[in-house]
């Protein structure tokens, strides 16, 4: 029986793996640098990367995965840790439950999985914002930096995508989800 | 369990987990980071120099943008402090004549035309009846007499030069030396003049107009003699060969004076 979450084994894969995270926290790094320079806020790679693991683990392992991801920029960033992490988190699951009653297909698809991600980002930033009572999120912070961030995102998640499948395989096609 | 509520309460767990953090405010310890550190430092460091590359193109643009404004407002500058030149140059010249020539100058005007024939000497000035250009008047430079006016139109007026065969000055040497006599034009350069036998001309003196025909003003240069022909027993007057003081080939602005 072929494998549904087509993710490649062997010591191989975690070379990929190591070669991926130095790539990740660099081009966030250079990003957010450069972002910062123009006054704009950076595209997410670390929502994409979570988005990936999304397509190409069980859903519910994708979800820890997409946790850990999100910690992991918790880590780099020096913040409170979880915040992030439950962002990414937010954003895959939103992704996975719509995704599941949507047509898997080309620019839409990629569109779709965007900004349903960023979407779930943000309303979980939102939630823990209001759990925490601060002020970090306010209704100016969204208008400025959400469409940004979106656009931005959408930018570079073709070149990403690509970077995503070399390390973790392609994507399962719409017959696997079937199954 | 169906698939959607193992993900809701997956998902329920890690977000209960977050609360808890961030709630309580946990921070990883730095120490976490050192590992990466390289790799920030170095994304910072290429970002860096991909902004200033940028910033670099662009002031590049800018600077280049900038270097054709200020050439081509430099060629205008030039342009202008050319003319401007050539008006002090213009105002001198008319100086310089109404203080060593005549005082009636009447303008300036500039060379628009030279006759092609070798055995002519005719040169056509940008000045006419308009601008108050008649008949006769004389044409010099500083450097000498021109010749005169032989014909006026409304815009424009033509010169006789001295060199040319049609055209004859009343001279006389330089410094009240004495002496009368008519020099006329011989082609393509040269003026023949003639002195009566008691002159004792020679090479190297300077004829001036003088007075006769009244047309000149009297003691503007005219030439310089530079060859005196051999007298022949019937003659009766000493011819000379001279210089004119002036080069018409290469006049641009002349000044016109007013008739006497």
Known sequence: ??????????????????????????AQGV?????????????????????ALMWRLPPAWALVAAYGVGLGQDLLGGGTLGLHAAGVMGGALLALLVRRSVADSGLFQSLLTVLLAVTGEWLTFLFLNYWLRADLITVALLWTTVPPLLVGTLLVFPLWDRLVAWTFGPRRGPEEQLS | MTE???????????????MVTTRFQVVAPSALRAGTASITRASVVVADNIRRAYVTLLDERDLSREVGRLGRQNDVLRQQNELLRREVSRLKQVMNITTTQAPNALGIAQVIAVDPSPLLARLDLNMGSRDGVRLRMPVTVPAGLVGQITDVSEHSSTVVALVDPESSVGVTLQGNKGGRGLARGIPPDRLRAEFSRSVPIKVGDVLVTNSLGGVFPVGVRVGTVEKVLPLGPNDISRTVIVKPSVDVGVIEDVTLLEGL
Request: hydrophobic share 55%; net charge positive; aromatic share 8%.
């Open chain 2, 4 to 18: 959607v509520r193992r993900l809701l309460l997956v998902s329920l767990g890690l977000l209960f987990l977050s």
């Open chain 1, 31 to 51: 990003l957010s640098r450069l972002s910062d320079a123009a006054g704009i806020p950076a595209p997410d790679l670390f929502l994409l990367t979570g988005v």
């Open chain 1, 1 to 26: 029986m072929r494998n549904a979450y087509p993710v490649s084994r062997g010591p191989l894969r975690w070379v990929k793996l190591l070669v991926y995270t130095a790539l990740l926290i660099a």
